[in-house]
Each structure stands twice: as structure tokens, then as C-alpha cells.
């Protein structure tokens, strides 16, 4: 297994069937530097536009239509000493009738401390003087080629994983993405160093990092993105409205369950009581929703 250092010479703003930039073998890790959503480098200079520009394609040796990506996220550094948010709730989060007290959506500046691993907000409004944050960063936008040939816009997600925006994608955790097109294709951006659920505000504090992924193909069919942490698996659905996109995950979680062993009467009677339900976004054109299980209910 070889460990590669891919440096981007082109930036991607829709995730679909493009020549690879590199090409490696089921197993090995890739090490790489993002670019923040709005394509600023870890150096403030601005390369491409956004939205949310990915590193990629790189292509999977073997890996086919029918098979699933398993991508490991080894590790997340964090290479700039800023990142931005938007400095209001979007509008879709409130009332209606409330739209009208949100202030500008400015964009805002944080400082982040790459040894104290904190984030601190640049002239914070009234009660939020001394707030510090810790970094707890996380991949908003992976995936790899939609089907069909399709290329799909950065700012949305489906099946093939795009712009989620789920925090638990950190890290640590391990993703497996549905492979539609030969190589599979995999795409990687708009890294955060924090973010709460749902990406209420239309952004995590964004900034740049160095990632470290390992990609391996298996024989495998799955329909829609799935994770696991050191406590939880999850199955991720991806669509609007938000209850369709829980149908998608509670869905795939089904299946998921059934290759453990589970039937769906033995499915439906531990999830009805043990189930989590995360929103990983609600601000893009699709939003995501976790269906997330701890590890200590599943069978032995």
C-alpha cells in the first residue's frame, strides 16, 4: 500500500465523470490540501470560485459500478490561521414572520489556533465576548461520480455523497460511498474546522486543511452513503423534503441491518427504540439526515 501526496492543479465545483487527476490502488492513502468554499488557499489567495471547489477526481483501481468506496479520514490539520462564517441564521431555519429581525449575512472572521486547537470569533457581538471554541473538524463536501453521467452541483448532494455537511464525518470515522463509475471517482472539499447540525447558518467555520484518507474498493452494493465512528454506524439520506431524506436513511439502515443478520421485524422493533436522527444539513437544495445506531445494540 503506497501513501501519495496529491497537490490539485484544477479544482472541480460539480462532482461527475471527469479524467482522474490521480490514480492509485485499492488500500492506499492519499494525502492532500484543501481550499475553503469560497476557493481561498491556506494563503488568502483566491484560486477558483466557489461553490465549495473539490480536489479530484482521483480514480480507484477496480473499482466498479456496484461496488462501494470505503474511505477512511485518517486525520485533519488544520493549515490556515482563519476561517469565515456567515454572521446570521438563514432565513429557511426561522418563522417566516421572524425573517425580518435576522441581521445581514455578513461574512465574519474567526481566528483559529493551531496549537490550542481553538477558534475564536473576531469581534464578537454583545455576550459573546471570551467565547472559545474547540476545533472539532469535519469533511462538508465527498463523494464520488453520480450515476448516468451526471455532474452534480457542489452545493447539493444525493446519493453518490456531495455537499452533506454532517459532522460526524470527521477524523476517525470511516465513510462508504455507492461506485457508479468505473475508478469511482472520488472528490474531496469544504473542510470545517467547526460546525454545529443542520449548517444553519449557510456555512462551519470555513477554512483550509491537510487530509488524510485511505480508499479502498469493496464488493459490496450499497444505495446510499453510510459511516461509522468508534460508537455509531449511520446511513445518510439526501434529498428534499426533510422527511424524504429520512426515508432514504432509515432505508438504507434497514438494509444495512439485514446484512447483520437482522430481518426487518427484528430491524423495526430496535430501531423504533433506539434509533438517533441527526441533520447534517438544511440549508442547501438537498438537505441530509443521519439515521445513526450505537454500536452496543447491534448483534454479536
Known amino acids: 500500500?503506497?501513501?501519495?501526496?496529491?497537490?490539485?492543479?484544477?479544482?472541480?465545483?460539480?462532482?461527475?465523470?471527469?479524467?482522474?487527476?490521480?490514480?492509485?490502488?485499492?488500500?492506499?492513502?492519499?494525502?492532500?490540501?484543501?481550499?475553503?468554499?469560497?476557493?481561498?488557499?491556506?494563503?488568502?489567495?483566491?484560486?477558483?470560485?466557489?461553490?465549495?471547489?473539490?480536489?479530484?477526481?482521483?480514480?480507484?483501481s477496480g473499482a466498479e459500478p456496484g461496488d462501494s468506496l470505503k474511505v477512511e479520514i485518517l486525520d485533519m490539520t488544520p493549515i490556515r490561521a482563519t476561517g469565515w462564517t456567515r454572521a446570521a441564521l438563514a432565513e429557511n431555519v426561522v418563522d417566516p414572520s421572524f425573517v425580518p429581525n435576522l441581521p445581514p449575512r455578513d461574512r465574519v472572521t474567526w481566528r483559529i489556533d493551531r496549537n490550542a486547537l481553538t477558534a475564536t470569533l473576531e469581534s464578537p457581538p454583545a455576550g459573546l465576548a471570551g467565547l472559545v471554541l474547540p476545533l472539532a473538524p469535519m469533511?462538508?463536501?465527498?463523494?464520488?461520480?453520480?450515476?448516468?453521467?451526471?455532474?452534480?452541483?457542489?452545493?447539493?448532494?444525493?446519493?453518490?455523497?456531495?455537499?452533506?455537511?454532517?459532522?460526524?464525518?470527521?477524523?476517525?470515522?470511516?465513510?462508504?460511498?455507492?461506485?457508479?463509475?468505473?475508478?469511482?471517482?472520488?472528490?474531496?472539499?469544504?473542510c470545517h474546522a467547526i460546525q454545529g447540525d443542520g449548517e444553519i447558518v449557510g456555512t462551519g467555520i470555513e477554512t483550509c486543511?491537510?487530509?488524510?484518507?485511505?480508499?479502498?474498493?469493496?464488493?459490496?452494493?450499497?444505495?446510499?452513503?453510510?459511516?461509522?465512528?468508534?460508537?455509531?454506524?449511520?446511513?445518510?439520506?439526501?434529498?428534499?423534503?426533510?422527511?424524504?431524506?429520512?426515508?432514504?436513511?432509515?432505508?438504507e439502515m434497514v438494509r444495512w441491518l439485514g446484512e447483520l443478520g437482522l430481518d426487518v421485524s427484528a430491524a423495526s422493533h430496535l430501531l423504533?427504540?433506539?434509533?438517533?436522527?441527526?441533520?447534517?444539513?438544511?440549508?442547501?437544495?438537498?438537505?441530509?439526515?443521519?439515521?445513526?445506531l450505537s454500536k452496543k445494540w447491534l448483534p454479536a
Not at 6 to 33: C, K, M, R
Not at 140 to 156: D, E, H, K, R, Y
Not at 234 to 245: C, E, S, V
Open 1 to 60: 500500500m503506497t501513501t501519495h501526496r496529491f497537490a490539485p492543479t484544477q479544482y472541480h465545483n460539480v462532482l461527475g465523470t471527469f479524467p482522474p487527476a490521480l490514480t492509485i490502488e485499492s488500500g492506499d492513502t492519499v494525502i492532500t490540501e484543501t481550499i475553503d468554499a469560497n476557493g481561498w488557499d491556506k494563503s488568502g489567495a483566491k484560486l477558483v470560485s466557489g461553490p465549495n471547489p473539490m480536489n479530484g477526481p482521483i480514480a480507484v
Open 139 to 190: 469533511i462538508g463536501c465527498f463523494g464520488v461520480a453520480p450515476s448516468l453521467g451526471q455532474a452534480i452541483s457542489t452545493a447539493t448532494s444525493a446519493e453518490h455523497g456531495g455537499n452533506m455537511d454532517y459532522r460526524r464525518f470527521g477524523p476517525g470515522a470511516t465513510a462508504w460511498f455507492p461506485v457508479a463509475a468505473p475508478g469511482a471517482l472520488f472528490f474531496l472539499g469544504d
Open 209 to 251: 486543511f491537510e487530509v488524510s484518507v485511505r480508499l479502498t474498493v469493496e464488493k459490496r452494493t450499497i444505495l446510499w452513503p453510510r459511516g461509522e465512528t468508534d460508537r455509531d454506524i449511520f446511513t445518510i439520506g439526501n434529498a428534499r423534503p426533510l422527511d424524504q431524506a429520512l426515508q432514504h436513511a432509515t432505508t
Open 272 to 292: 423504533g427504540q433506539t434509533v438517533r436522527y441527526d441533520i447534517g444539513n438544511v440549508y442547501d437544495p438537498a438537505y441530509t439526515v443521519a439515521c445513526r
